[in-house]
């Protein structure tokens, strides 16, 4: 059992006097305990640190990225399974104590192999005046052009070959819709054309459908992702090109769509087809170069202002073409199918408790090769993996807690692999899971650090103990670094400012959208999604979901060297051990308590008028959230008098901090979402972006202003509903954290 190399100086700059101190105070209090290693009081967090620090290899991120984008793999193909195969194989020699493919029996979506989806305009005479390309162009990596590349579509998209009058809905958000509304454009028979990257795509699919429409065409606007115009774009520069055609799900609700609630297991009961929340219109995406050859032969309404977007042309609202006669066509040859995918499940047993499970994990299939979305991610875990065994076998260390590895099928369709994980081991997950940390793409960008995160796990940015982790990884920016920010913080800290406390960075609102839904919002266990990000030049990764979303485009533009990834991975490394060694979850319940505390005075300022013209008290709620206030610093306080030689005062303690975020966890759930279970981190269905707490009490007030006169008492009725439930769940939150039922 070797020893490790004492705290050396990866204490790069930007560490102020208090975080030093905070970190001798770890020194003092976090040695490794109960351990099997003779020399346990040598070994600090330090150490370990130092260990990811000093082993992670960008040149090994590179290879296992490399090795993880040569093939195009959707969820459920055969592809997919040679990745899985290729990461429980990597687990495998790496050493871990155990692998395990789990499989579900799923239902996703795939274009025809023969028949192309098209857009075709059609002329007076029912010819097709031209069509929209079957595939994206290949532009520079030789794989662009592998003749497996699926036709282009949307998940899940309905089959179906429709032709009609055109209208263009801008983003098509519910303003959207409304300002249509109000110019008396009806959507009825129409196919619409939106212009991506605002909301989620299956939204505009559902309100185009609710609307009437038949058919939805989607593409990204040059304004918003080409902000140079059609000379700068990919692979000139990472904006994006004319051909390019983001795929993307159109399914609404999360995991697979004929086994709700419960695990697609070879058991599992089947709703109808019919039943499934997937749409009934027809959906495709298209490259800006052939929405032009649409949208130039538009007539109808002028657009207004604000939705001309950066083609060069004048965009008119339709519907209809200035030809006679002219049609537009939308030609969906999906075909919905019934498939498995896998998880690959790897796991470091925990030392001391190997029944209490930090996760970290990310998805497996790709919207074609994934270069960024997922592989960087997975390039990362895989390196990660690969030092912490490492650890293992050189070292004879073990985590105090169990390490478990998590790569998730068929995510791209609707979360579908995590989802139906979390609904099979739900029960054990709720009992013995920490954390669970997702890294869905290591870099989508090269900007700065972008963190969403449950509160609980808020003090890795600057918590109760100093941890300030963020401060310890260098900066991989040489910019950056030049100009004296030496850290991922520094620069996090001026890129993504917290608005609310000055200089220092946002750890933003956890929302949804990748694999940690299941573990936030069904089974209340804190999770974490953190990647360096782009800048807000575009509206999101101009390749994102496209075929050029290759290799070559991280290895060559983004992070030529690899340094981001080296220092996601570390990062992760480091949060990983932070939650894995102590004896005492690190959680922060002062933040959560804080948290909690403004989401409560902005529902009260926003609508406490409101509220009190319906006589409603919210005396009991306010109540709640300050007991819960005054119980999580009780609780730390007696924690300082606790027996941590304790075995069982140890577990006693830990055991009541896990169950602060399931006390949040309502098995009813949320008003009219049952499938969002968590009453206060769930992101709000009206306004996604505000990342407002207690979603399902600001929805229903913000419904309550909008509804017509007939269904505001029924509204009154949820809402006063919903707020009892949400008070018992703070008063259940306080109670876990004391001794006395009663
Ligand atoms: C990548 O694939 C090559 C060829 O199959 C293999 O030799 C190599 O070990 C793999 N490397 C990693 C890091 O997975
Ligand atoms: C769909 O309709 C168009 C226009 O009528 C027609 O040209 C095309 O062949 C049809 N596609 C299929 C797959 O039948
Ligand atoms: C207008 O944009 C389209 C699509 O990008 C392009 O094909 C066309 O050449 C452009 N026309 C002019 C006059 O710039
Ligand atoms: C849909 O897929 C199933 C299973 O792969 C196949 O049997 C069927 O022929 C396909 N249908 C169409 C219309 O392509
Ligand atoms: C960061 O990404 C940009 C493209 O967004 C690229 O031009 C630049 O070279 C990258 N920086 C580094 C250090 O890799
Ligand atoms: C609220 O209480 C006041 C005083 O009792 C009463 O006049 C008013 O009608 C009540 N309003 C509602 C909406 O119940
Ligand atoms: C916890 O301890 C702090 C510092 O000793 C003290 O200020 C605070 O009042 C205590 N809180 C409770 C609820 O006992």
């Not at 989607?218 to 983001?246: H, I, Q």
Request: aromatic share 12%.
């Amino acid at each position: 059992m070797g020893r490790f190399s004492l705290l050396t100086g990866c204490l790069t700059g930007g560490l102020g006097l208090t975080a030093a101190l905070g970190l001798v105070f770890l020194l003092a209090t976090n040695h490794i305990r109960n351990g099997r290693n003779e020399e346990k009081d040598l070994l600090t967090l330090e150490d370990f640190e130092d260990y990811i620090m000093n082993n992670v290899d960008p040149q090994s991120i590179r290879q296992f990225l490399r090795n993880l984008t040569t093939l195009p793999h959707l969820g459920g193909t055969e592809e997919e399974w040679q990745m899985s195969t290729l990461i429980s194989d990597t687990w495998h020699q790496q050493g871990m104590d155990e692998v395990h493919m789990v499989p579900y029996e799923v239902l996703l979506s795939y274009p025809s192999k023969e028949v192309p989806n098209l857009v075709r305009l059609v002329d007076q005479d029912g010819g097709a005046a031209w069509a929209s390309a079957p595939k994206q162009k290949p532009l520079y990596s030789p794989e662009e052009s592998n003749p497996d590349i699926p036709f282009t579509f949307n998940g899940y998209a309905a089959p179906g070959n429709v032709t009609g009058d055109a209208v263009y809905v801008n983003y098509g958000r519910s303003q959207d819709f409304k300002t249509l509304s109000e110019k008396g454009i009806n959507l009825e028979g129409k196919i619409v054309i939106a212009r991506y990257g605002k909301i989620f795509r299956a939204n505009i699919a559902q309100m185009a459908e609710d609307l009437g429409a038949v058919g939805l065409v989607l593409f990204s606007d040059p304004s918003d992702y080409a902000p140079e115009g059609p000379e700068f774009v990919f692979p000139r520069s990472y904006f994006l090109p004319p051909s390019a055609a983001p795929f993307g799900t159109v399914k609404l609700v999360d995991g697979d769509p004929l086994t709700p609630f419960y695990p697609a297991t070879k058991s599992a009961f089947h709703i109808p087809m019919a039943e499934a929340p997937i749409p009934t219109i027809p959906v495709q995406p298209i490259g800006y170069e052939d929405a032009w050859q649409i949208l130039r032969y538009y007539g109808g309404f002028p657009a207004p202002e604000e939705w001309q977007g950066g083609l060069n042309i004048t965009y008119n609202l339709g519907p209809g073409f200035f030809q006679p006669g002219w049609k537009l066509n939308l030609d969906v040859n999906n075909n919905n199918t019934h498939t498995t995918t896998y998880n690959v499940i790897g796991v470091i047993k925990g030392r001391v408790e190997p029944d209490r499970y930090v996760l970290l994990g990310n998805h497996i299939d790709a919207w074609i090769f994934g270069g960024l979305d997922p592989n960087s991610g997975t390039a990362a875990m895989l390196e990660l993996s690969r030092v912490l065994t490492k650890l293992v076998k050189e070292k004879g260390w073990r985590p105090r807690r169990s390490l478990v590895f998590c790569a998730w099928g068929a995510e791209e369709y609707g979360i579908v692999g995590s989802l139906e994980w979390t609904e099979q081991f739900g029960k054990q997950l709720a009992d013995r899971a920490v954390a669970y940390l997702n890294v869905d793409m290591a870099i989508e960008g090269n900007y700065t650090l972008r963190t969403k995160s449950a509160p609980l796990l808020y003090q890795f940015k600057k918590g109760k103990k100093n941890v300030f982790l963020f401060h310890k990884i260098p900066n991989p920016d040489p910019e950056e670094t030049k100009a004296g920010r030496l850290t991922v913080y520094d620069t996090w800290a001026l890129r993504k400012p917290d608005p609310v406390e000055p200089n220092s960075p946002l750890m933003q609102f956890i929302g949804s959208g990748s694999d940690y839904k299941g573990f936030q919002h069904n089974l209340g266990i804190p999770c974490m999604d953190t990647r360096y990000t782009y800048s807000d030049r575009t509206l999101g990764e101009p390749q994102y979901h496209t075929l050029y979303e290759t290799f070559a485009l991280v290895d060559e533009i983004y992070d030529r060297g690899f340094h981001f990834h080296k220092a996601v991975t570390v990062l992760w490394g480091y949060i990983t051990l932070r939650l894995s060694e102590p004896e005492i979850l690190p959680f922060s319940l002062d933040a959560y308590a804080t948290f909690i505390s403004r989401a409560s005075n902005s529902i009260l300022e926003k609508y406490g008028d409101l509220i009190s013209s319906q006589n409603i008290t919210m005396d009991y709620f306010t109540a709640a959230v300050r007991r819960f206030k005054s119980t999580t610093s009780a609780f730390w306080n007696s924690t300082e008098k606790l027996d941590r030689e304790n075995p069982l005062a140890v577990r006693h303690v830990n055991d009541q901090l896990m169950m602060v975020e399931r006390a949040f966890i309502d098995a009813r759930g949320l008003p009219g979402r049952p499938d969002y279970n968590h009453v206060v981190t769930a992101p709000s269905k009206n306004d996604a972006y505000s990342g407002t707490a207690f979603a399902g009490l600001s929805d229903t007030l913000y419904s309550l202003q909008v509804a017509p006169d007939d269904l505001r008492a029924d509204l009154w009725v949820t809402f006063s509903q919903h707020l009892a439930a949400v008070t018992h769940a703070l008063e259940t939150a306080s109670g876990v954290l004391t001794d006395e039922l009663w």
